[in-house]
């Protein structure tokens, strides 16, 4: 079910580990591709609960969600991460987890999808420790990216979060697609999320 949050709502949750915002309404299912097959949901279409210049599969019960980073008016800088905008983000509560799947964008940024990575981590730890940052360079869509796993620790919460994520170049700008657990505990379950993201992604226009 979706649910409405309120500023302050959202400003308890970004302190802790990310934004969240009000949402355009779950899509529908795709017909199957088969007979009894499970039906595919896909975020990024026209029509879909985040329209973007790529799409990809959701995992089960994952709950997308637009967001205006305007719209959130004194809150905007907690959704941005750098030069890269929150566009939608993908809620892993009502599959059990508690964290997102993120996608920024940074409009008119091209280059490198491992430089974009570096930059965003860089600009993601707001004064935490990072480490174990890990790179590679992938293909994703068909075409060239790159993929990190880092570590980060908050000294004042004691709190330790790992997360991933993998970027791309599109006609919007560089796109940084980020799984964002709140605790390190919650990454591994979360993982398969993420991968299927990165498995399925397809570049629209």
């Known amino acids: 079910m979706l649910v409405k949050i309120s500023k302050v709502a959202v400003a308890a949750v970004l302190a ?75 809620d892993a509560k009502p599959a059990g987890n508690i964290g997102f799947l993120r996608v920024h964008v940074a409009g008119g940024l091209s280059g490198a999808p491992r430089d974009h990575l570096k930059m965003f981590v860089k600009a993601s730890s707001r004064g935490q420790e990072v480490s174990g940052a890990t790179y590679s360079d992938v293909q994703i869509g068909g075409g060239q990216a790159a993929e990190v796993t880092w570590e980060s620790y908050n000294k004042v919460l004691d709190h330790k979060s790992k997360y991933s994520a993998f970027a791309l170049n599109t006609k919007d700008g560089a796109m940084v697609v980020q799984l964002s657990p709140f605790g390190a505990d919650e990454h591994p379950g979360m993982l398969p999320a993420f991968q299927l993201a990165e498995r399925t992604l397809e570049i629209t226009s």
């Open 16 to 90: 802790v580990g990310g934004c969240s915002s009000t949402s355009s309404p779950t899509p529908q299912a795709e017909a199957p591709s088969a007979p009894g097959a499970a039906a595919a949901v896909r975020v990024g279409p026209a029509g879909s609960a985040c329209e973007l210049p790529v799409s990809f599969e959701l995992a089960e019960d994952w709950e997308p969600k637009a967001v205006d980073v305007e719209a959130l008016g004194e809150l905007a800088e907690l959704a941005r991460v750098g030069v890269f905008n929150v566009r939608c983000e993908i």
